[in-house]
């Protein structure tokens, strides 16, 4: 059966279709014959052969078989029922197959009535070509119709009826409402016929008033376009918004806006107060973009080739990434699970979305949300305000050019609550899925659909994001790499990079293996890489100036020039102490950079059993200073005597740096514990865990940071809570190779792993 895709031509049942043979042989590869079945499909848009899908297609066609084949070049189809869609399939010679079935009529017209209607009409036709000179051709014409789709059929060419309103017809499922509105369109397109004669009189009172009106409309919206055409240059800014609103498929309400404010816009006039509002709001709303994208299916190798390309590592991310692209292509969505990526700067959060648009072949966009703190920013000002804007949501969508952008969301840990609202509970309106399909940005005033925007947040610290929108999303950590991990990334990614955006080529600039490793280890202390990008940056820089003042073609960079050309003095590492005091303990904190070490002091000096604490420690800290005093009163009641006369002074060093968290809670008691023993800690052993009253060591967060911290400073023993064990399967091997880690159940084990001999049970409590 032979598939011949329609556009722009009236498809009814029970009629005759001519149609070009050109479109058959398009559609087959050959000529039709008479009696053989086709099916007739209508084309949502005029399409080439080649870029036909089975979404190409309206969902219903009709049934037939071809009656005539002229010579002249076209043919008839007689056509039958109407019939469902239910399958197609388009081949790479444009042969297409489809399976149907037939689709009743939910109300039938009566013959007596459709006969009424036909005489109507006809007469009406006559009357018309009887101001014609073709009166009497006309008349034999009219008389051998016997239906109004037969009418209708025949008319169909000179008809002002755009695609969708034809298919409308043969869509609704009532042949009486068909038929009424066959009649409508037989009754417009003589009333075009009669205004062009300028011919005045009318039969069908009725539908003339109804009907001419909106033909007058029509012809004057044909003429217009005829005359933008033959001038575009004298298009009017209103005109243009008008084709824009009319061309971009807004859904029914934001129609309805736009027009409302177009013609507010029209009355205004150009130098109306409000006109420049009115032409902004039109101009924003028509560069959105109304289409709705056809799911893609995405080839999973494909994809994890282009991830794989761009970025060094990350095992897990990427594997989360494929399941989320294979989830998304089973069940033909766009979106998913909402992903938070959670890590130090530099660790590929950001550029990892890129990839995975690259991967989806989806468009990019980045909103980064870092210090909003109104509302306003997320959901837009209402347009009475002066000055008023689209959220960054929507000012994102519009930018990107289409309905489902892969969207970052950069910093949502940076949101903050003010006085002007709470912009992470408008987030959470973007974010949800089942609010998302009408989300109602203030400025726009009309909904808009994100439910196919795929959304990936990121984040450096997931402890300040509200727990609402956290429970929204998938926490993926990122660890910040070793260094092993930043050479590589340095060689296969940054440095090419940062060669190509200065314009030089491999040859004119080396860096040896040693070289990068001294970079990593002597000139940037992070967990990412950002610091590593701009010392490779102004490697490349150096080499560009090089060339250009002829000094030498080629730059070679080795550990002993470095320092020349980076121009900076090495960094100042936190290398662990060698020699080791009672009062100082090692520990291991979480910081945006990553992972840190950092020391805690602790010493007594005579008063009025004051506890003084410095460092800018935040209230969690100080409670756990208090906490740890009391556990080691407790634990050493003998030696605590000291404390009656004595003020203890805590403090932890780099004072600039404000610092907060439970984690310390061993380091502290441990450091008061070593103080008023008098036993020296080696400065090599480092520690982390939350401690409890009772001197249970409890887990903390971030632990393959710290490890990587620990490891970076020099530390050889590590200290952490047993309930941490399982997230050393997140560390790298080369890092645990290094160190010796010991898990710990509580504060007796901490002490004899310290050499805090005294160690003696803790007495009951009283
Ligand atoms: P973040 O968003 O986590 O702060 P970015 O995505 O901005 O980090 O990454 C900073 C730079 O480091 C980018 O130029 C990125 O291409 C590069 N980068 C980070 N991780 C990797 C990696 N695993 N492989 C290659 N390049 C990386």
């Not at 005539?68 to 043919?75: D, K, L, N, S």
Request: glycine residues 6%; hydrophobic residues 40%; aromatic residues 6%.
């Amino acid at each position: 059966m032979a598939v011949i895709p329609v556009y722009k031509v009236l498809v009814l049942p029970d009629t005759n279709v001519y149609l070009k043979t050109e479109r058959f042989k398009k559609a087959t590869g050959r000529t039709p014959r008479v009696d053989e079945h086709v099916t007739l499909l209508m084309l949502r848009e005029e399409t080439q052969k080649e870029q036909l899908t089975p979404s190409s297609f309206y969902p219903i066609g009709v049934s037939g078989a071809v009656s005539e084949v002229h010579e002249e070049g076209w043919f008839a189809v007689r056509t039958r029922g109407r019939v469902n869609l239910d399958q197609a399939a388009v081949y790479s010679d444009g042969r297409i197959e489809a399976y149907t079935s037939r689709r009743e009529d939910s109300e039938v017209l009566s013959p007596q009535e459709n006969a009424r209607k036909t005489a109507d009409v006809k007469a009406a036709l006559t009357e018309f070509a009887k101001a014609t000179q073709w009166e009497q051709v006309s008349r034999a014409w009219i008389n051998q119709f016997a239906t109004l789709s037969d009418i209708a059929s025949a008319c169909s060419p000179w008809m002002d009826a755009s695609n969708e309103e034809r298919y409308a017809i043969l869509a609704e499922d009532s042949a009486v409402k068909r038929a009424e509105m066959l009649e409508k369109l037989i009754y417009e397109a003589l009333e075009m016929g009669k205004l062009s004669q300028e011919g005045s009189s009318a039969r069908q009172e009725n539908y003339q008033k109804m009907v001419r009106e909106s033909a007058i409309r029509k012809q004057m919206e044909y003429l217009q376009k005829e005359l933008d055409e033959m001038h575009p240059e004298n298009v009017s800014d209103i005109r243009r918004l008008e084709l824009k609103i009319q061309e971009s498929g807004m859904n029914e309400t934001a129609r309805r806006e736009a027009d409302k404010l177009l013609n507010r816009l029209k009355q205004e006039g150009a130098n109306g107060a409000e006109t420049g509002m009115l032409y902004n709001y039109l101009d924003f709303l028509t560069n959105l973009s109304w289409k709705k994208e056809p799911a893609r299916e995405i080839d999973l190798d494909e994809a994890e080739k282009v991830l794989e390309e761009d970025h060094f590592g990350l095992k897990k991310v990427k594997d989360r990434i494929l399941q989320q692209i294979a989830v998304m292509n089973l069940k033909k969505e766009q979106s998913g699970s909402i992903l938070l990526f959670v890590g130090a700067p530099g660790t590929g959060k950001t550029s990892i979305g890129q990839s995975i648009a690259r991967a989806l072949q989806r468009q990019y966009v980045r909103v980064s949300l870092g210090g909003v703190r109104d509302e306003a920013d997320i959901r837009g000002h209402r347009r009475t305000y002066i000055g008023a804007m689209p959220g960054r949501i929507m000012d994102a969508i519009q930018k990107s050019g289409v309905s489902n952008p892969v969207m970052v969301l950069d910093e949502v840990d940076k949101l903050s609550a003010s006085y002007n609202g709470d912009p992470a509970s408008a987030l959470l309106e973007v974010l949800d899925p089942e609010q998302n399909s009408t989300f109602t940005d203030h400025y726009m005033n009309v909904p808009y659909d994100l439910s196919d925007v795929l959304f990936i947040c990121t984040a450096n610290t997931a402890d300040t994001i509200p727990e609402p929108l956290l429970n929204r999303m998938e926490v993926i950590p990122f660890q910040g790499y070793t260094p092993i991990e930043k050479q590589q990334i340095a060689m296969r990614h940054l440095l090419p990079k940062a060669r190509e955006a200065v314009g030089i080529t491999e040859e004119q600039l080396t860096v040896s293996e040693d070289a990068i490793r001294a970079v990593i280890s002597d000139y940037t202390r992070e967990g990412g890489v950002r610091g590593l990008k701009k010392r490779m940056d102004t490697l490349c820089r150096a080499a560009a100036v090089n060339i250009v003042r002829k000094k030498g073609e080629t730059l070679h960079i080795t550990p002993e020039n470095l320092r020349e050309y980076l121009d900076m003095r090495p960094v100042r590492h936190r290398d662990v102490r060698e020699s080791a005091a009672p009062g100082i303990v090692t520990g291991l904190a979480w910081t945006a950079a990553g992972g840190d070490i950092l020391y805690i002091e602790a010493m007594l000096t005579k008063g009025t059993v004051q506890i003084v604490i410095t460092g800018q420690l935040g209230d969690v800290m100080k409670e756990s200073a208090r906490l740890a005093i009391s556990l080691v009163k407790h634990r050493f009641p003998d030696k605590a005597v000291v404390f009656s006369d004595h003020d203890l002074h805590i403090h932890v060093p780099d004072g600039a740096t404000p610092k907060d968290g439970p984690s310390a809670g061993v380091t502290l008691t441990t450091a008061i514990a070593s103080l008023i023993t008098g036993r020296p800690v080696a400065p090599k052993i480092a520690m982390t865990g939350e401690i409890s009253l009772r001197g249970e060591v409890t887990p903390i967060g971030g632990l393959p940071e710290k490890l990587m911290a620990a490891q970076r400073a020099g530390v050889e023993q590590v200290l952490i809570p047993c309930e941490n064990e399982d997230d050393l399967q997140d560390v790298a091997k080369e890092i645990l190779d290094q160190l010796e880690i010991v898990p710990v159940r509580d504060l007796d084990e901490v002490l004899a792993r310290c050499g805090i001999e005294d160690a003696k049970p803790i007495p009951k409590a009283v």
